[in-house]
């Protein structure tokens, strides 16, 4: 597609279970990151991957929460053992470049709330 | 790491009428200052960015000022028009770094 792509676009869970959130990011695009933003609050950043180099995970709130990005395009965020807490909108975003070079582009988020 | 401090947090004007957003950074070696704008409900999108070797940047009614001795740089949108409200996100990018860091967004409403 024309922009970055996110999957689901709302998900409910229960407390306790595992999610996955999907980002398809443009194509070509070498930046991918993953931002958090919880209802009326900004963008906490969580991790970032660049082409093939190991990705930055120094965002990643706690064990529970793991990201991978699979052959430098697709990537999935994981969280594991969902707390109400963890209830946010997550936005995925990339970049043709890294961040100082170019603009990044957002996908829609996946609205995650935790019961 | 980078700190980004951005205020107000909520900000009302009268349509015409002129609207400053101001962020302060920590990091001096932070050299690309963005502003995105996010719209109810919609993803944030780059209205105008600045890099560190100039001080001022224009792009019709909206114009960003960036004061490196001082750390900081503020957004002006002027002839405000309803369709400006939104909350909008400043950021920056540390040199030798390799992630924005948001500030956390200005609710600018533009009453009629």
């Known amino acids: 597609g024309a922009g970055v792509s996110q999957s689901p676009s709302n998900k409910v869970t229960e407390k306790g279970k595992d999610v996955e959130l999907r980002c398809d990011p443009i194509?070509?695009?070498?930046?991918l990151y993953w931002y958090r933003q919880s209802l009326g609050q900004g963008l906490e950043f969580l991790i970032y991957f660049q082409g093939n180099s190991a990705p930055d995970k120094s965002g990643l709130p706690s064990d529970r929460f793991s990201a991978e990005r699979t052959g430098g395009s697709v990537s999935t965020l994981t969280i594991q053992r969902t707390q109400q807490e963890d209830s946010a909108v997550y936005l995925c975003a990339s970049s043709p470049t890294s961040g100082n070079t170019g603009e990044l582009f957002f996908g829609e988020g996946s609205r995650l709330t935790v019961l | 790491g980078e700190n980004v401090e951005q205020h107000p947090s909520t900000l009302s004007v009268q349509e015409g009428d002129s609207a400053v957003i101001k962020c302060t950074y920590s990091?001096?070696?932070?050299?690309?200052f963005p502003w995105y704008k996010q719209e109810l409900g919609k993803r944030p999108q780059l209205i105008i960015d600045i890099r560190s070797n100039v001080g001022e940047k224009k792009d019709q009614r909206i114009a960003v000022t960036l004061n490196k001795t001082a750390k900081h740089f503020s957004l002006h949108i002027t002839e405000t028009q309803p369709e400006d409200s939104a909350v909008y996100f400043c950021a920056s990018f540390p040199g030798g770094g390799n992630k924005l860091t948001f500030g956390t967004g200005t609710q600018l409403k533009v009453e009629l």
């Open positions: 194509s070509g695009h070498t930046a």
């Open positions: 990091d001096s070696a932070s050299n690309y």
